[in-house]
């Protein structure tokens, strides 16, 4: 599963559809998004589309394959958001802790009044005002937590957003020492069993803190799982998975940003901008990996007539890209 955890668990597969149809998805809305992403010119590794929870249509091109691993880039802050919601629904943390608090020892180089007030809320809604360097050293031998302490501020805690990886690293530090274990081992049980998440991993720095913002690997599939769990407000095969309030408030505004000009909600951090009703999950090279919204009408793959009142879910993974289609259909779910 992950670095140390000796944890079994085993694969829960979605169901799949026959034919897309049956799924009540268009098989020519799949044919034309395979033709506009080949148009694009961006390289695809592999989608899929969800309905009604059933997979209605997939695709992994080769090298790529279904039981292949990859790197889930800026998701996987969602992952390390996700363990501060358990940690928080089991009262180990709250969100207006100081994060001075968990991690104590580590003082700032230089006097600094504005370290006690950073909380667990600025990191997650990236309002942190910490500005870490790209290049700060992050081989043997660094201390990335006392580097990000280092750092300058570019503002005061809560004051300003800013989209930095460094911030969802130290949510991991944090949870690791409130925890006493890797994120990773703390996710096995309450998240990755549950989901059928079973061939995971993410790096870690030199100690085996995971990197937060960057690193984490999962199937295609299990990605689809993860999404669908949010947006069945953390129920997953009728089990609540993730904890309720923490699934409806993670994808609510926290914070103001135009970064990529969407919302940014769940896990890149808790962010939300210019456009009130997505979220999205950027990737490497402001390449979406997850991005959801309500449509008003028709669908891109939808073989339903427009309005009715129910939503459910499609989703789709594409390499470096992946969207997130809320479908608004007649039919009730196809029998399981």
Request: aromatic residues 10%; charged residues 20%; positive net charge.
């Amino acid at each position: 599963m992950g670095q140390g955890n000796v944890m079994i668990i085993t694969e829960k597969p979605l169901p799949r559809a026959k034919t897309p149809e049956e799924a009540g998805v268009s098989s020519q809305g799949i044919r034309d998004f395979l033709v506009a992403m080949d148009a694009t010119g961006l390289e695809l590794h592999s989608f899929m589309v969800l309905r009604h929870g059933i997979v209605a249509a997939e695709c992994f091109r080769a090298p790529f394959k279904l039981e292949y691993r990859h790197q889930m880039w800026s998701v996987s802050k969602s992952l390390a958001s996700t363990a501060l919601g358990f940690a928080i629904a089991e009262g180990l943390v709250s969100l207006d802790t100081p994060v001075a608090d968990i991690l104590e020892g580590y003082i700032p180089k230089k006097q600094d009044t504005r370290w006690p007030k950073l909380t667990l809320r600025h990191l997650v809604a990236m309002t942190a005002g910490k500005q870490p360097s790209f290049l700060s050293p992050k081989g043997p031998g660094a201390d990335w937590v006392q580097s990000y302490i280092n750092a300058p501020w570019y503002n005061e805690p809560g004051a300003e957003f800013r989209y930095i990886n460094e911030n969802t690293y130290m949510i991991c530090a944090a949870l690791t020492r409130a925890t006493g274990m890797s994120v990773m081992d703390y996710l096995a049980p309450r998240l990755f069993e549950p989901l059928g998440i079973a061939d995971s991993m993410w790096e870690t720095d030199n100690r085996g803190i995971e990197c937060g913002g960057w690193g984490f690997y999962c199937k295609t599939e299990d990605l689809a799982k993860f999404i669908l769990c949010y947006l069945n407000e953390g129920k997953f095969e009728d089990q609540q998975v993730i904890p309720a309030a923490w699934a409806r408030d993670a994808v609510r505004k926290h914070a103001d940003s135009n970064l990529f000009g969407v919302c940014t909600r769940l896990a890149m951090a808790w962010a939300s901008g210019a456009t009130p009703t997505a979220w999205a999950d950027g990737g490497r090279t402001a390449r979406f990996r997850s991005t959801a919204w309500p449509c008003p009408g028709r669908t891109p793959f939808s073989s339903a007539p427009p309005p009715p009142r129910r939503k459910t879910p499609s989703w789709t993974s594409c390499g470096n890209i992946s969207c997130l289609h809320w479908k608004t259909i007649r039919s009730p779910p196809p029998s399981r």
